[in-house]
């Protein structure tokens, strides 16, 4: 079982879409607008779920195979995290979110006033692939969940040496 991230950095389909990425893009200062985390064993994909800021929260997408997603394609960069053997761990996490809602008042308070007011039983998506891997052990951060936009999610994973 291996733990992978996908980054979003494509525009997105409809003028909407690419307002809103270009603004996270922005205001975030990277590249990156979008992540989603799941558990994969070979080329298929046994958990995988999201959480966006369009949809109403964590789902459960089944199993699909790599080679057919659009992961591969240029809008995503798709990466392996070096889960230290915590892949079951990771996926009871994320298999127990799911149908938690999406965190409006965290993306808000964390993201544009930098504080550390969220909800707690409610997730947007970079807050719930570092929860995921902070409570496992896996990422050793100071930082709370819900302080981890996708593009510090990335530089957090690179700088500690958890990226594949």
Partial sequence: MKIKIAFFKGKGDNPFYWLLNTAIRIWTLGKYSHCEIYVSEEDKAGLFTTTTYIASG???RGVV??????????D??????KDGGKAKEIKAFLDSKVGSK???LGIFFSQFFRTEIHSPDRWF???YCAAALKRSGVLNTTKPAQSVHPNRMKKILKNAGLLS
């Fill in 58 to 60: 964590i789902k459960y």
């Fill in 65 to 74: 195979k790599l080679k057919n997603k659009v992961y591969l394609s240029k």
């Fill in 76 to 81: 995503w960069d798709l990466m392996t995290v």
């Fill in 102 to 104: 999406y965190d409006w």
């Fill in 125 to 127: 998506c970079s807050e």
